[in-house]
């Protein structure tokens, strides 16, 4: 009758073993580890604890662990128990499977033993064939395990061991903590180059640099507005014409303020004649003493009238108050246009008097200074980048037409260089202080990460 059990236990093993090199993923293994491993050896639930990950990554009669799960939590404070003690047994050569009961765990773990597990409990290491332990197989019943049983998963663990290791992805090198500390032992040399090399790079000094979109604008230009509300009826100078300083470049529409003007002035010669025979008749009588009084107001107010529509007439002609070039659009689009006072109809510009205006992005902002490097690099001849100085960097945010919140920059060109044409744009790389590589590469996940968990 024993014999009758070993040949049993025998062909169960071997049946084993063909199932684990029959399986084609290591999910599948594990299936086979969890499920079919108390054919052999008897038990009510079994679990397998990967050291790579250090999560349960196999349950027996489950087909996927639940991550967050209360049991699952425990088993795995209870499997980093397992892989101390195995990692232990490792530096004296006697790792093998082992018995355990919740009076071999600390009172964190058994505490909670009995609800949820069995009272005894056969610890498996699986071993790889380099001796790399790569996971722990638990068996969990009620009664105690036979002394023989143990011995029957040890060689039950190897086969395991064998079939992980042959169906690990042949370009994906694992990585866990014994690999790493045999890699250092192996290689100390070698390890202290790379983490000396890693170590100038992270800390080589580097200037921040920041892109912006960038334009070409007049330095100090002069705008022509519209001084009185009405019609232009030409502008005389055509864009981007030559302008010089006295020469007439807009006419507003005279009809209106004409005809205002010569019917107050007609007004004011009437209330002039009655005055006049107002006074005349005054020497006769004394009751046109107070009828003077109110003409004489009304010959005032009438020539007052008369001099604002005279003014108002002679600033229908724009003259320029400076020499420079007129920027504006289309010259038709103005004639015929109504207007309103202060009104902007055009700006005068010297061409030889330019700046830069930069528009940097709220996420892109570094830290900056007067007097920081500018390079632009305009869309009509990007290879050859043009150095500015940066003069100005607005402290508060302003709100560009497209809704991006950008800081305005002002940057001068710099001497000895032909400035750009009027109006071109292009991307400036602002420029800032010097730091680590390390925080030049990590500034902006570090900003991103911080934003997601609000600290």
């Not at 599948?28 to 604890?49: D, H, I, K």
């Not at 005032?300 to 001099?307: H, I």
């Not at 309103?340 to 700006?347: A, D, N, P, V, Y």
Request: net charge positive.
């Amino acid at each position: 009758m024993a014999a009758d059990t070993r040949i049993n236990a025998l062909s169960q093993l071997l049946d084993l073993e063909r199932m684990a090199r029959r399986a084609e993923d290591p999910q599948a293994l594990r299936y086979v580890m969890v499920n079919e491993t108390g054919s052999l050896v008897p038990c009510r639930q079994a679990a397998f604890w990967e050291a790579a990950s250090g999560r349960v990554v196999a349950l027996s009669g489950v087909s996927l662990p639940e991550r967050n799960a209360p049991f699952v939590e425990w088993l795995e404070r209870l499997m980093v128990e397992l892989h101390r003690v195995a990692a232990e047994e490792s530096v004296k050569d006697e790792m093998s499977p082992k018995a355990i009961t919740a009076e071999d765990m600390p009172d964190d773990v058994a505490r909670s033993w009995a609800s949820w597990l069995p009272a005894h409990l056969l610890s498996i290491p699986i071993v790889a064939p380099g001796g790399e332990l790569t996971g722990i197989l638990v068996l969990a019943r009620a009664t105690p395990f036979a002394a023989h049983e143990p011995s029957l998963a040890a060689f039950l663990s190897e086969a395991y061991g064998h079939a992980l290791h042959a169906l690990r992805p042949k370009n994906r090198p694992t990585l866990s903590i014994a690999s790493v500390k045999e890699f250092l032992r192996k290689d100390w040399k070698r390890t202290r180059w790379i983490a000396g090399g890693l170590l100038f790079v992270a800390l080589f000094p580097v200037r921040m640099s920041a892109l912006a979109p960038a334009e070409v604008s007049a330095r100090n230009p002069w705008v022509v507005r519209a001084p009185i509300d009405g019609v232009v009826r030409s502008v005389d100078v055509s864009p981007n014409g030559d302008v010089k300083k006295g020469q007439r470049i807009v006419s507003m529409d005279r009809t209106t303020l004409e005809n205002a003007l010569a019917v107050t002035r007609q007004g004011r010669m009437v209330a002039e004649a009655e005055y006049r025979r107002a006074a005349q008749q005054a020497v006769f009588s004394r009751d046109n003493m107070s009828e003077m009084s109110i003409l004489r107001v009304k010959v005032s107010r009438l020539r007052a009238e008369e001099e604002y529509a005279a003014a108002q007439l002679s600033r229908t002609v724009i003259a320029a108050e400076k020499s420079g070039i007129a920027v504006y659009g289309n010259q038709d689009d103005w004639n015929g246009r109504p207007v309103r006072t202060g009104e902007r109809i055009l700006s005068i510009t010297d061409p030889g008097q330019a700046k830069l205006n930069i528009w940097l992005g709220v996420n892109d902002a570094i830290s900056l200074e007067p007097g920081a490097d500018v390079v632009l690099f305009l869309s009509t001849n990007p290879i050859w980048p043009v150095h500015c100085t940066l003069e100005y960097a607005s402290y508060d945010p302003e709100v560009r037409p497209d809704g991006s919140m950008v800081y305005n920059l002002e940057a001068k060109f710099r001497d000895g260089g032909r400035l750009p044409r009027i109006g071109l744009k292009g991307t400036a790389k602002v420029y800032g202080r010097h730091v680590a590589m390390s925080y030049y590469l990590l500034r902006r996940p570090l900003a991103a990460i911080r934003q997601w968990l609000g600290v």
